[in-house]
């Protein structure tokens, strides 16, 4: 069975730090992995989507990459900000199935 | 964005209880889902519904009881819950092909009494 892991599970940072989010997952059979951020009481927000064939998408001031192979993913933020405080999750989706990590929280400092 | 909505967003109920919650998306996806989300777990998928038919059921007890009678409509209907069933109940859709994201509701907070 798929299992999702995301590290670290908190992390705290200062205004204007740009900062890494990772993500790994046991089984590289899957479709693609996508990232979310849901505000406390909210639902998931998608922010990224990388197909299995591809190795980074970039929105804005984020970008994910991904090593199918190592089962690895990673969310970059640049220039952090206040408003980017939340819990930032991934999924991988190897056919119905969609895998979520626990997520990591993040608070932005100002 | 409204793209996936659902109600009700707040429900406090019984162990005895009958109630149904509601999903209504109009992205025209083909795939909705229920998820369950409870604090310090990861998301757990409980059904999938691809044009309507339900495709995946991760061993969800029988007092959950999905029903999709369109592709823009997802219910779920609960009966005789129990406390451990108090969570964030999160809809989701997609295109059935999967290359697409998903797109969540914000949830109904179900407490069972």
């Known amino acids: 069975k798929q299992e999702v892991t995301q590290i670290p599970a908190a992390l705290s940072v200062p205004e204007g730090e740009n900062l890494v989010l990772n993500c790994s997952f046991t089984?590289?059979?899957?479709?693609?992995l996508q990232w979310f951020r849901q505000d406390p009481g909210k639902g998931l927000t998608s922010l990224l989507l990388i197909q299995s064939s591809q190795r980074e998408q970039t929105s804005g001031r984020l970008n994910a990459s991904l090593d199918k192979s190592s089962g690895r993913s990673t969310l970059y933020i640049a220039a952090s900000q206040p408003g980017d405080s939340a819990t930032y999750l991934c999924?991988?989706?190897?056919?119905?199935?969609?895998?979520f990590g626990t997520g990591t929280s993040l608070t932005v400092i100002p | 964005e409204t793209g996936v909505t659902q109600t009700p967003r707040h429900l406090v109920m019984g162990m005895t209880n009958k109630k149904s919650l509601k999903c209504e998306q109009h992205?025209?996806?083909?795939?909705m889902y229920w998820y369950k989300q409870s604090a310090k777990k990861p998301l757990e998928l409980m059904f999938v519904y691809s044009l309507e038919e339900r495709v995946e059921n991760n061993s969800v007890p029988s007092r959950f009881s999905p029903e999709c009678p369109n592709s823009s409509h997802l219910f779920l209907h609960l009966h005789t819950l129990q406390p451990e069933d108090s969570a964030l109940y999160l809809c989701?859709?997609?295109?059935?092909?999967?290359?697409?994201?998903?797109?969540f509701g914000d949830g109904t907070r179900l407490s069972i009494l």
């Open positions: 089984d590289s059979a899957i479709y693609n």
């Open positions: 989701a859709s997609s295109t059935r092909q999967g290359r697409q994201p998903q797109h």
């Open positions: 992205l025209g996806h083909n795939a």
């Open positions: 999924a991988v989706r190897p056919g119905n199935q969609f895998y």
